[in-house]
């Protein structure tokens, strides 16, 4: 029994040691700051920094496109406890420097997703970050380095592409083929961009839309006048504005999921002309001769065009007056 232990000792010990020589090698789970409990990314035991201009000496075309870029740029008060230019990124660079080992540097090559990101969040951990952690982008493995090239972006934003729609398209063709459909967002034409509603580092709405709140916040940004509040209200579009339209792009006209009728009949009957007003209290509503095929060649909006809600009571026939006809 007692050997049992001992053997089961020398496991763990063993099991831990080759741990830690396999995970953290030459790159040990040092700290860089108050930060590093956070902190996922490996750091360069007992280097030091050695600035810049040192690493532009081997590196000399990397360091002279670099040179104008915001990164390189930054003032030490900006990112206090933490280092600029080169080293900012890929940690202290003397042992790396000394020996020209690239295991003696951070190397992006050897990062996974979450550990590559939070090279940049130790830096980029504002209020703009803070929904990151759970986007669905950070969540399946798309690092910063997925839509930022922090070496080559060409914009301000440090993009791989010029315009969202582009950037946007090399992971989601199946949305952007959306936006060539005969109704559409003007997102071709350059009018938004796919971060007109959605926020890529994500927000407390689901789908990571531009909201605080609910979808059709995002909406009313641009669509102020759907907002209400109206007197008589359409109860689906005070729900959510894609229960009729897909906002990214449709066959049917104004980005509706289906065309008329056809949309209303999911949760209404059809009729086409209300009929005489009855004592009963229920509208008669027109179930005549022809009128059902007319129902199905009609829109329901040519009479009730008020379809988000409106302020004026209907004529009501006998209804309750709420019809969304004026
Ligand atoms: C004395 C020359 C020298 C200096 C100084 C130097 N490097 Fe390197 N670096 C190299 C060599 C050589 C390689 C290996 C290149 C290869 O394997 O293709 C390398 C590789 C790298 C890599 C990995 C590249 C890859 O494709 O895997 C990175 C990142 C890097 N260096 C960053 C830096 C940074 C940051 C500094 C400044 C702190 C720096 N280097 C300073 C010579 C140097
Ligand atoms: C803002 C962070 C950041 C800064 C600052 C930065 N790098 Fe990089 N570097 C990266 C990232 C990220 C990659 C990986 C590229 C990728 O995956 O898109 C990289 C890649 C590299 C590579 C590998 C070869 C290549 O071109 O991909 C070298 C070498 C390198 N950097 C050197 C430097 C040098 C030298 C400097 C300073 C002049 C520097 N880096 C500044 C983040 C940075
Ligand atoms: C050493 C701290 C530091 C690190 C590490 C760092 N950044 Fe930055 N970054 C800054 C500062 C400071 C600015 C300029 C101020 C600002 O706009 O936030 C900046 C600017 C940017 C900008 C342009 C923002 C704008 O408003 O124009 C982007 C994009 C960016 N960084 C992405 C990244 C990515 C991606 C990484 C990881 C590869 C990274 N940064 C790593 C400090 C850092
Ligand atoms: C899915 C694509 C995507 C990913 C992944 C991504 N970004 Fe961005 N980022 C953008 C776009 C697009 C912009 C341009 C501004 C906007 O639309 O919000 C941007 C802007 C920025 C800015 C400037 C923000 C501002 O409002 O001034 C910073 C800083 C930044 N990104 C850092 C990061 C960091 C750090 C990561 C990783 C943790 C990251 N980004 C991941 C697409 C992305
Ligand atoms: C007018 C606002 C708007 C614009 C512009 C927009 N989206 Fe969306 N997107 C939405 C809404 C709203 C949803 C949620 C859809 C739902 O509830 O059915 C969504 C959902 C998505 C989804 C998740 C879809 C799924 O079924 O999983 C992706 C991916 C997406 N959008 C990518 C894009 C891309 C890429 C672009 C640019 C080509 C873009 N969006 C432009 C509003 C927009
Ligand atoms: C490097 C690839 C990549 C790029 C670039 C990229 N995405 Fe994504 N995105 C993904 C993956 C992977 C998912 C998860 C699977 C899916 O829903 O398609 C995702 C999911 C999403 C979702 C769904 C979120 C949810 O909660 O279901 C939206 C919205 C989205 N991306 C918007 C964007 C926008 C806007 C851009 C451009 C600024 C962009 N993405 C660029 C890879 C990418
Ligand atoms: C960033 C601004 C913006 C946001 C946010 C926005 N839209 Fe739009 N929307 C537009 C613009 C611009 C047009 C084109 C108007 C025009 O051509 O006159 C448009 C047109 C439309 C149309 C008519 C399309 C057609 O074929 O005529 C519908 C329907 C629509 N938006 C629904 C929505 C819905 C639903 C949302 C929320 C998911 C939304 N929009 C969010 C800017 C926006
Ligand atoms: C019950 C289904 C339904 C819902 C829910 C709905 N809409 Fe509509 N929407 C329509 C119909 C039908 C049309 C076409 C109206 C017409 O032809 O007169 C339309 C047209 C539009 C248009 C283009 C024409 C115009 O009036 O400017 C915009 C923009 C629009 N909707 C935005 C929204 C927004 C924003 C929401 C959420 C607040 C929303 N819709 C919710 C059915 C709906
Ligand atoms: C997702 C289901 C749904 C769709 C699609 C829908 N509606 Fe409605 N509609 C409702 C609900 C729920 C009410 C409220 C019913 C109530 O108050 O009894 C309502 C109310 C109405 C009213 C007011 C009458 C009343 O009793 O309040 C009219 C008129 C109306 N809808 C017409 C339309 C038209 C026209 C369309 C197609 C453009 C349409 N609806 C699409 C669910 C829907
Ligand atoms: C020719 C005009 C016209 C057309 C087309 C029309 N309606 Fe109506 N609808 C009316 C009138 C008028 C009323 C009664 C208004 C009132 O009660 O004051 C009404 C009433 C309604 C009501 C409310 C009944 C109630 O409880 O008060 C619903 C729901 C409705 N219509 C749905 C539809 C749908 C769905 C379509 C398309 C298939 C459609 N309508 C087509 C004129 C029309």
Redesign the pocket.
């Known amino acids: 029994m007692k050997r049992f232990f001992r053997m089961f000792f020398f496991l763990i010990v063993a099991g831990f040691t080759f741990y830690s020589c396999t995970f953290t090698g030459s790159l040990g789970g040092g700290k860089e700051s108050g930060m590093s409990r956070y902190i996922r990314y490996p750091t360069i035991k007992d280097a030091t920094y050695v600035g ?1 201009e040192t ?2 000496g081997c ?1 000399s075309e ?2 002279e496109r ?1 040179k104008g870029n915001i ?2 740029k930054i003032a030490k008060f900006e990112v206090p406890g933490y280092q600029t ?2 080293e ?3 940690g202290p660079g003397s042992k790396h420097a000394e020996e020209m080992d690239p295991t003696y540097i951070i190397n ?1 090559k050897n990062l996974n997703s979450f550990q ?1 990101s939070d090279v ?1 969040l130790k830096c980029h951990s504002d209020a703009k970050m803070l929904h990151w952690g759970d986007s669905k982008h950070a969540m399946v493995g798309v690092s910063c ?1 997925g839509c930022h ?3 080559n972006g060409k914009d301000e934003y440090l993009l791989k592409e010029t315009t969202a729609l582009s950037l946007c398209s090399q992971c989601h063709q199946d949305i952007t083929s959306k936006i060539y459909l005969p109704s559409h967002h003007p997102i071709r034409e350059g009018k938004i961009g796919c971060d007109g509603c959605h926020n890529p580092h994500g927000s407390e709405v689901k789908f990571m839309l531009r909201s605080v709140k609910r979808l059709n916040d995002v909406c009313y940004e641009c669509h102020q006048d759907k907002e209400g509040p109206f007197l008589y209200e359409h109860e689906p579009v005070s729900e959510r504005c894609t229960i009729c339209h897909e906002p990214h792009g449709t066959v049917a006209d104004n980005l509706l999921k289906q065309n008329e009728p056809f949309l209303c009949l999911q949760c209404h009957e059809f009729h086409f002309h209300a009929e005489l007003p009855s004592n009963t209290g229920t509208p008669q509503v027109g179930m005549g001769a022809g009128s059902m095929t007319r129902a199905f060649t009609t829109r329901c909006t040519i009479c009730h065009y008020q379809i988000h809600g409106s302020d004026e009571p209907s004529q009501s026939l006998g209804g309750h007056g709420k019809a969304l006809i004026r």
Do not use: R, T
């Open positions: 810049s690493c532009g590196h990397i360091f670099m990164h390189m230019g080169c900012g990124c890929h992006f590559a940049c380095m090239d922090v070496h």
